[in-house]
């Protein structure tokens, strides 16, 4: 019996999903990750497109899966704008398997929306981002909004489905599976516990640099996981570079986060969507796009670090 025939029904999706499959057809195994986690939610391959074809745009996919392994980067970076487009011209989700070499390459075309990027994914990943894809498929063109109520109780239920389905496949597997659960909502209210008060307000690149330094040491000494912070890691990051001028790559900032490339890129995600980070492109090359604090959390992190040094409190 295989781990995909041992799931129970129950967490197997009714009707299947209509997707198709881009890779290396010609490399071993190229794509089985992505089409065993379409199979084991009970999705339905439409087709298996080759990356040294002509990319056939007849079919109309509910979502497009990508596994990048075996593509050179010219290859990738002609490819990758017909996917990009097709899935936006059809509405659809977009799942993209990727090499950590390969990041800033796929995130100049693509990034957030319906676009979940996974870096050396293992099989608990594949099933995660393909569940969130379907579930988006079943709703009407232009309706999915996590942010209302509806939308957000139905993602809490797919979230439980997609543990057990994951879970599943890890013992079946003997796979590793690391899955961070959803991250807190980025920004909250702001607590009036602490005013503002007269005194210096002065800050620059070196003391954000200090603040980070002193989260990787105490990283050192309590383990990497334990105090996992990745949304204020790219921000003070992100703040750092911005006073001192300096452009920073998607795979950078991916470094910064102090987190696995798959989950920095979730994150750089989400801060994108909710209008915190910017990708800029890069005019010289277009394989690369920078990442920078949009204007309003530019102006959040100067009024934050000012209200910290005005209380005499420390940047942590």
């Known amino acids: ?75 990738l970076a002609e490819r990758m704008a017909q996917i990009v ?42 099933v995660a981002a393909v569940a969130i894809a379907i579930e988006r498929s079943r709703q009407p063109a232009g309706v999915f909004d996590v942010t209302r109520e509806s939308d957000g109780a139905r993602l809490e239920r797919l979230s439980a489905e997609v543990g057990r389905i994951a879970e599943a496949l890890a013992r079946l597997t003997q796979a590793d599976h690391d899955r961070p659960s959803d991250p807190p909502a980025i920004v909250g209210d702001r607590s009036v516990a602490y005013q503002a ?44 570079a911005d006073l001192e001028r300096r452009r920073v790559s998607v795979s950078s900032l991916c470094i910064a986060a102090a987190v696995a490339p798959t989950t920095a890129l979730r994150w750089i995600a989400r801060m994108t969507d909710s209008g915190l980070f910017e990708r800029q492109p890069d005019p010289h090359d277009r394989r ?3 990442m920078a604090l949009s204007p309003p959390a530019r102006d959040a992190m100067r009024g934050y670090f000012g209200a910290v040094l005005r209380n005499e409190l420390r940047i942590a």
Request: with cysteine.
């Open 1 to 75: 019996m295989t781990a995909i025939d041992a799931l129970s029904a129950d967490i197997r999706y009714d009707g299947g999903a209509a997707a198709v499959l881009i890779a290396d057809l010609g490399g071993a195994g190229a794509g089985d990750r992505l089409a065993t986690a379409l199979d084991a939610l009970g999705g339905r391959l439409m087709a298996r497109i080759d990356w040294h074809v002509p990319l056939d745009r007849s079919a109309t996919p509910r979502i497009i899966l990508v596994d990048t392994v075996g593509i050179n980067a010219p290859l």
């Open 197 to 240: 008060a007269p005194g210096a307000t002065q800050h620059d690149a070196t003391d954000i640099r200090r603040a980070i330094r002193a989260r990787r040491l105490r990283d050192q000494f309590f383990g990497g996981t334990l105090f996992e912070d990745p949304g204020w890691d790219m921000l003070l990051d992100l703040y750092a």
């Open 288 to 290: 690369r796009a920078y």
């Open 85 to 126: 487009a097709w899935a936006a011209d059809t509405d659809a989700a977009l799942v993209v398997a990727l090499r950590a070499d390969q990041i800033d390459a796929v995130t100049a075309l693509t990034l957030g929306g319906a676009t979940s990027l996974l870096v050396d994914p293992g099989i608990g990943e594949c």
